[in-house]
Nanobody, 119 residues
Framework: QVQLVESGGGLAQAGDSLRLSCAAS????????VSWFRHAPAKEREFVAV???LYADSVKGRFTIFRDNAKNTVYLQMNSLKPEDTAVYYC?????????????????WGQGTQVTVSS
């Protein structure tokens, strides 16, 4: 069973940066595709990023996903934060080799970390 633990969320002001981390408890971490999703109040869960080239339009150019396989960790660097980025951020993983924006492709999910951006 793969466990994912997010961290790095918190309070920020518009224009600030935050870096989220997703640590995985699996030896073969390099074999897993890890993505980021977010869920804002009264909204549907939203895809954010996966791999190094697939991003939601709303975050493209501001957010960067990258990983450190030696640390079993995937990061989400969030720059130029906006109030509309306020949400609970989740990382999700699969070992099917599928880099997808669809939540149903991911079998493992973290517990989420809250990001709140004030104007």
């Amino acid at each position: 069973q793969v466990q994912l633990v997010e961290s790095g969320g918190g309070l920020a002001q518009a224009g600030d940066s935050l870096r989220l981390s997703c640590a995985a408890s699996v030896r073969t971490f390099r074999c897993y595709v890890v993505s980021w999703f977010r869920h804002a109040p009264a909204k549907e869960r939203e895809f954010v990023a996966v791999s190094s080239t697939l991003y939601a339009d709303s975050v493209k150019g501001r957010f960067t996903i990258f990983r450190d396989n030696a640390k079993n960790t995937v990061y989400l660097q969030m720059n130029s934060l906006k109030p509309e980025d306020t949400a609970v951020y989740y990382c999700a993983a699969n070992n099917k080799g599928v880099s997808s924006p669809r939540a149903k492709e991911y079998d493992y999910w973290g517990q989420g970390t809250q990001v709140t951006v004030s104007s």
